[in-house]
């Protein structure tokens, strides 16, 4: 009778070449890779020999993906959050327990107890952000608070950008996950706690316009800035933080990149809107005729009165030369998209600055902060740091901490280790101890300085 065991990751994308590696070192255990690709899959074989590969379309071969799940013992989900509910459904259905890269999304929320009542793990929140922070969080709260300690201030910041040296672009940024939601998200509601007041930023500018600059980070020779990014209320009771005076969730780039964005929101290139010019039976047109027509200007005004009305409408803290150097005021033709915003992805991905070449290199940073207060009226502030290096041509640093994650859950799932039932998250020193362990002895540590 056979012990090999066996998981099934859905998934061959960006994030998840590391986990498949550290997959072919495991023993005894069978790996099942599936996407609804090939190319994918090809990669896949060349990473983890042995695995068996698997072409499906989850959202519509839905007895074939209930028979595959029925014929392993774990699942892994690295999936977009639109098939999320149909994998976690599945899962549900075939009685198998689930490991999640992906933010918790209120579909799974809802099938807690009726993953409680199966007895079955599904554990989410498994990668950089979320996942990475939530476990550095908690471990640095609990310890506090086991000291009699109320914590009074946490601050979270994170990145995932170019090394100095690879920030060669207006921006000094590149995509190492999908363009279109990389640029969106500086445009959703944010906020943070100030002093025990909380402040929403609606959608839109707000969030750009509260950035603030923040030096020099670490080793690195560069001004970074940060802004507040994903505010999430419902992490207080999850880290058990109710008292909590000051809380702030946020995003670091290089200074001058959220200037740029916030000039791209101001001249309407945000706009989500259908755009009749942008239609596919509409004529062909460049950059500069788009922009004399949004600005009311004649397509054959000059480029300085032209680059003067840009910056009447950016303002002064904005960017005239990188709209410049980005192409958004020269004679390239415009690739429509029926959206301005969609338009300006697709121009902006396409260039080959904003890749990362074979010889560049990215960076995954995470600055965790913990201030508390103590009954014997002492203080104790406490600050964590986590860098992560990609490798040029091969794994990205996201790629690294996100696919190794997941890959240690999914073993520590497998192995009976984690006993937690229901839609959990890894905020329980069952699960954050070890698995900060295992990702510290492959090249994820956090260091704490003073």
């Known amino acids: 009778m056979s012990t090999l065991k066996k998981i099934l990751v859905f998934g061959t994308g960006r994030v998840t070449g590391p986990m498949y590696e550290d997959f072919s070192n495991e023993k005894g255990v069978q790996i099942t890779a599936v996407s609804k690709g090939g190319s994918g899959l090809k990669r896949v074989s060349e990473l983890c020999p042995g695995a068996k590969l698997v072409r499906l379309d989850v959202m519509k071969e839905t007895d074939s993906l209930k028979r595959l799940i029925s014929e392993h013992d774990v699942v892994v989900s690295c999936v977009p959050d639109a098939v999320i509910e149909n994998l976690s459904l599945a899962c549900l259905a075939m009685k198998k327990n689930l490991v999640s890269v992906n933010y918790t999304v209120p579909e799974q929320t809802r099938l807690h107890q009726q993953v409680v009542d199966a007895g079955l793990t599904f554990l989410v929140d498994v990668g950089f952000r979320p996942g990475a922070d939530h476990m550095i969080a908690k471990k640095t709260i609990d310890e506090m608070k086991s000291r009699g ?64 600059d923040i030096g020099a980070v670490r080793d690195f020779q560069a001004e970074f800035e940060a802004v507040p990014y994903s505010f999430h209320q419902s992490y207080i009771p999850l ?11 946020g995003s ?61 409408r950016i303002g002064e803290s904005g960017q005239v030369e990188v709209m ?37 290199q990215d960076m995954a940073l995470m600055n965790v902060q913990v201030a508390g207060r103590f009954k014997d009226g002492t203080t104790e502030t406490r600050r964590l740091y986590l860098t992560v290096l990609g490798d040029p041509g ?18 520590m799932v497998l192995n009976g280790e984690i006993t937690e039932k229901g839609v959990v998250m890894p905020v329980s020193p069952e699960i954050y101890k070890p698995m900060l362990q295992r990702l510290e002895r492959k090249g994820i540590k956090f260091v704490e300085r003073k």
Not at 331 to 347: G, M, P
Not at 394 to 411: D, Q
Request: charge should be positive; glycine fraction near 6%.
């Open 149 to 212: 300690g109320e914590v009074t201030s946490y601050e979270l910041y994170t990145s995932a950008i170019p090394t100095p040296d690879s920030a060669n672009n207006p921006l000094k940024y590149k995509f190492n996950w999908n363009p279109r939601k990389a640029l969106w998200k500086y445009w959703k509601a944010s906020g943070y706690i100030k002093d025990g007041k909380t402040t929403i930023l609606p959608a839109g500018t707000a969030t750009m316009e509260a950035v603030h």
């Open 239 to 249: 880290y058990g933080i109710e008292k909590v005076q000051n809380m702030v969730v």
């Open 252 to 312: 670091m780039r290089y200074k001058g990149f959220c200037a740029g964005i916030l000039s791209l929101m101001r001249l309407g290139l945000y706009n989500v809107s259908t755009h009749q010019m942008l239609v596919d039976e509409s004529q062909p047109f460049t950059w500069r005729k788009y922009m004399c027509s949004e600005l009311g200007l004649n397509d054959d005004v000059t480029d300085e009165v032209l680059e003067a009305k840009v910056k009447d």
């Open 324 to 360: 410049r150097s980005l192409g958004l005021l020269g004679s390239a033709e415009i690739e429509k998209r029926e959206t301005i915003f969609d338009t300006l992805v697709c121009h902006v991905d396409k260039r080959p600055d904003f890749k990362f070449g074979p010889t560049e």
């Open 394 to 411: 091969r794994h990205t640093a996201i790629s690294k901490i996100v696919g190794r994650s997941a890959a240690t859950a999914a073993m």
